[in-house]
Nanobody
C-alpha cells in the first residue's frame, strides 16, 4: 500500500492550492479517505473525509466552506482543493486511508505554507 501526496506550496493569504494523493497497492474505490494536517508545534487535526463513492463529504469547522475534498476512483487519486487560504492553514497535510484504528495507512505528508 502506498499513498503519495503532492502539491507542496508556498501561497499568499487568500490564495488557492490543490493537493493530490496518488494511491496504489489496494482497491482505492473500496475505502473512505481522509485528509489530516499537523501545524508546526501542534498535534494532528482531522480536515476532511470522503466516502468510497463520493456521496458524502465532511469537513472540520476550521476549513468548511473553503476546502473541497474529492476523488477519482478511475485514477486511484484523492484531492483537496484549498481556497481562501489563511496563515493558520500552514501545516503538513497527510492523506490517510480509513481502514480502522482510525487510519491504517498514511502518506508521507506535503508541506503547505501560507504566508505573505
Amino acid at each position: 500500500v502506498q499513498l503519495v501526496e503532492s502539491g507542496v506550496g508556498l501561497v499568499q493569504p487568500g490564495g488557492s492550492l490543490r493537493l493530490s494523493c496518488a494511491t496504489s497497492g489496494f482497491t482505492f474505490s473500496n475505502y473512505y479517505m481522509n485528509w489530516v494536517r499537523q501545524a508546526p508545534g501542534k498535534g494532528l487535526e482531522w480536515v476532511s473525509v470522503i466516502t468510497s463513492g463520493s456521496s458524502i463529504t465532511r469537513y472540520a469547522v476550521s476549513v468548511k466552506g473553503r476546502f473541497t475534498i474529492s476523488r477519482d476512483n478511475a485514477k486511484d487519486t484523492l484531492y483537496l482543493e484549498m481556497n481562501s487560504l489563511k496563515p493558520e492553514d500552514t501545516a503538513v497535510y497527510f492523506c490517510a486511508r480509513d481502514g480502522g484504528a482510525p487510519y491504517d495507512y498514511w502518506g508521507q505528508g506535503t508541506q503547505v505554507t501560507v504566508s505573505s
